[in-house]
């Protein structure tokens, strides 16, 4: 079955430190990619997200590419902030579904300081 | 506008109690899914609602799981003789459509624990 892989946590930066949290996927066809925020105390948010293969999802300085080859989208930040301290989640959805059904990596833990 | 909410927040019950979480999903989304967050297995799909009929409910762990939806809107999870395996986040999600781009927004969760 499909399946999401995400690099172990917890990531600790210093402020304006780059950022790399690498996730690979196992599906069959075209699945459409996701990369998911929790923020403490909040509910989960859409951060990006890219719907083929060789598209570049992009928010808040954030982008992941998703690569069919390496089957990877991994996330990238030039320079992070405290702000962005927060659980992130890659997941994917089936491609050939009409439904958003998804399917989480474990999350990666990122904790950012001053 | 108002997003998903779910109640109740915290949920404490004693192994083998009946448990019943809720959702309110934003207004006019017609599709409608539960995951559960726990420590040992990560986010998983429960099950999918669109409209008051549930096409997708492969991840409901047991039979002690199931679920209603009523008036194309508020959702109900029911937990039978709850389990201490059952401890977890179970969060809420909403869409516009079940169709492929359909953006799904999450509620804050309910967070179980059982005894």
């Known amino acids: 079955g499909d399946s999401v892989t995400q690099m172990e946590g917890p990531v600790t930066l210093s402020e304006e430190a780059f950022l790399t949290i690498n996730c690979t996927y196992t599906a069959t066809g075209y699945p459409s990619l996701f990369w998911y925020v929790q923020y403490p105390g909040e509910g989960l948010q859409l951060l990006l997200k890219?719907?083929?293969?060789?598209d570049k999802g992009s928010n808040k300085g954030f982008e992941a590419t998703y690569r069919k080859e390496t089957t990877s989208f991994h996330l990238e930040k030039g320079s992070v902030q405290v702000s962005d301290s927060a659980v992130y989640f890659c997941?994917?959805?089936?491609?050939?579904?009409?439904?958003?059904?998804?399917?989480f990596g474990q999350g990666t833990i990122l904790t950012v300081h001053p | 506008g108002a997003g998903v909410s779910q109640s109740p927040s915290n949920k404490v019950t004693e192994k083998g109690k009946d448990v019943e979480l809720r959702c309110d999903p934003i207004?006019?989304?017609?599709?409608l899914y539960w995951y559960r967050q726990s420590l040992g297995q990560g986010l998983e799909f429960l099950i999918y609602f669109q409209g008051n009929s549930a096409p997708d409910k492969s991840g409901l762990p047991s039979d002690r799981f199931s679920a209603e939806r009523t008036g194309g809107s508020v959702s109900t999870l029911t937990i039978q003789r709850t389990q201490q395996e059952d401890s977890a986040v179970y969060l809420c999600?909403?869409?516009?459509?079940?169709?492929?781009?359909?953006?799904?927004?999450f509620g804050p969760g309910t967070r179980l624990t059982v005894t």
């Open positions: 890219a719907t083929k293969a060789d």
């Open positions: 207004s006019g989304h017609t599709a």
């Open positions: 997941a994917l959805k089936p491609g050939g579904t009409s439904y958003g059904k998804l399917t």
């Open positions: 999600a909403s869409s516009l459509q079940g169709a492929q781009r359909g953006e799904q927004y």
